[in-house]
């Protein structure tokens, strides 16, 4: 199986992480609000997802891969029309986005820019933690992953447990005695071996992202459910063939909207304290290639949805797209820091200073941006 072929096959699968067991020092409960990630493997084209209607330059660089209906944002820029749910939070003030931004890394390889985008190191695989592990770790949160192996963004120095469920038929008998076992020297997650064990009685083998995304909602609901929650769906790659309003990235970016409308739905006890953050390692190109699709590029966009948000916006310092204006005259130009944007989410939700931040979560970052979309 070649690089492009494993990128390919991993947009089959989705796996959803809750965590945040609570045993708080540096954030009480009451300061700390909920995070959903979704992480997006292959390089979302921001400008497809959010394009840019009044820099006329995208419709002479694109011609199939051009979104001809987009839904109105700010009278600048458009959403993709299959982003309906989305849309339904931008009216009500829940929703923002994040354009031109990205992680500083320019190699274009998927799993450089992967590990960059999870480590949020300054370089790919100078670091064996992840942005998020390490933000928990500062908010002294623990955490519970179903899946197998807990991935690089939630892993920290902090424990951390991993539950895969199984394709038994009927579960093993001492699943009990062995998770008390395992959990015994975790004050934190040894509080919550019952209700594990009802989840996984309940499994569902269901692992639609959109599925994942309703059962970290719901657990996240519960009185002293967890903090954060993860799900992940790749397919991003659109090298031929990507289309405009139809085609293989509308259809992935409907999966996303689908993701996000999921968790709305199901958290709505804790909409009110919670924040949607998309992640992706990259955009793509800004001209389409010879195969109707676009190659690997810079920046991208980033979407942000929630009731800690309560103003709707496109923050951007936008570059432009004539030639001279792209990144090595080709890519979207990064003008913001896709850091410095997680890193003032989690100073919202997480209670977490801008100073330890720069310190421990995102080193080598300024740390000096303000949203602004906050109540």
């Not at 995208?58 to 700010?74: A, G, Q, S, W």
Request: net charge positive; with cysteine.
């Amino acid at each position: 199986m070649n690089r492009r072929d494993f990128i390919k096959t991993s947009a089959a699968s989705a796996v959803a992480y809750t965590m945040g067991h609570s045993s708080f020092s540096n954030a009480s409960p009451a300061k700390t609000g909920n995070v959903f990630v979704i992480l997006l493997r292959g390089g979302m084209d921001g400008l497809a997802a959010v394009q840019p209607i009044q820099d006329k330059t995208i419709f002479d660089i694109r011609r199939t891969c051009i979104v001809e209906n987009t839904l109105p944002l700010d009278g600048h820029f458009g959403l993709h029309p299959v982003m309906r749910g989305f849309a339904d939070q931008w009216k009500a003030g829940n929703a923002s986005i994040v354009h031109a931004t990205g992680f500083n890394y320019y190699g274009r390889s998927h799993f450089e820019g992967q590990n960059v985008m999870e480590g949020g190191g300054n370089a790919p695989y100078a670091t064996n933690t992840g942005w998020l592990g390490r933000a928990m770790e500062v908010s002294n949160l623990s955490s519970l992953a179903i899946t197998l192996p807990t991935p690089l963004i939630c892993k920290s120095t902090a424990i951390s447990e991993s539950l895969y469920p199984s394709n038994f038929t009927k579960p093993m008998s001492d699943n009990e005695a062995l998770l008390k076992g395992i959990w015994m020297g975790d004050e934190a997650l040894s509080k919550h071996t019952k209700s594990t064990l009802k989840s996984y009685d309940r499994y569902n083998r269901n692992n639609s992202p959109e599925h994942l995304a309703r059962e970290v909602a719901k657990q996240m609901s519960q009185v002293g459910g967890p903090k954060v929650g993860f799900v992940e769906y790749s397919g991003f790659d659109t090298h031929s063939g990507q289309g405009g309003e139809h085609g293989n990235h509308g259809r992935h970016l409907k999966k996303l909207d689908r993701i996000i409308d999921s968790f709305a739905s199901y958290s709505k006890q804790v909409w009110d304290n919670s924040i949607v953050i998309t992640v992706t390692e990259f955009g793509r190109t800004a001209k389409e290639n010879g195969t109707k699709g676009t190659d690997h590029g810079a920046a991208s966009a980033i979407f942000l949805a929630g009731g800690l948000i309560k103003s709707s916006k496109v923050i951007t310092d936008w570059p432009g797209l004539n030639k001279n204006d792209l990144f090595e005259q080709r890519d979207l130009r990064q003008t913001i820091d896709a850091r410095d944007v997680y890193g003032d989410v989690i100073h919202h939700t997480f209670d977490i200073s801008k100073a330890k931040i720069k310190q421990t979560v995102f080193p080598g970052t300024e740390q000096k941006l303000n949203l602004d979309i906050w109540g």
